[in-house]
């Protein structure tokens, strides 16, 4: 079962909705990418944000990151990564006002 969610202007939502907003994002592939584009080893960002180039691989494969570990190679790579979240929020904002409308 579903917990229901009461927020104060959109009204009761389910977590599954919430939890959809970012089921698109695949963070670990989107850092990927842009260290291709970038031209950057993944043994330069394991030394950037001290770890070894294994964990940086396993990275690349996590659907989602501690924030506090996407903040350290946002800032080592001069990235916004957290720019996904913030369109996935407005644009699930924007939605959930669309459906307000609606009814």
């Known amino acids: ?13 389910t977590r599954r909705s919430v939890e959809n ?3 698109n994002i695949h963070i670990g592939h989107i ?3 842009q260290l291709k584009t970038d031209q950057r080893s993944v ?3 394991a030394r ?11 990275i690349f ?5 501690d ?6 190679i946002s800032l080592s790579m001069h990235f916004n990564f957290f720019q996904y979240y913030s369109r ?15 009814e």
């Open 61 to 65: 494969n996590k659907p989602s990151l």
């Open 43 to 45: 043994g330069w960002l």
């Open 1 to 13: 079962m579903l917990r229901q969610v009461q927020h104060p202007i959109f009204g009761p939502k």
């Open 67 to 72: 924030g506090d570990l996407l903040l350290r």
């Open 21 to 23: 907003a970012t089921s």
């Open 48 to 58: 950037e944000i001290g770890c070894t180039r294994n964990h940086v691989y396993k």
């Open 88 to 102: 996935a929020f407005l644009d699930n904002m924007k939605a959930r006002i669309g459906e307000e409308t609606e």
């Open 31 to 33: 850092i990927q990418a």
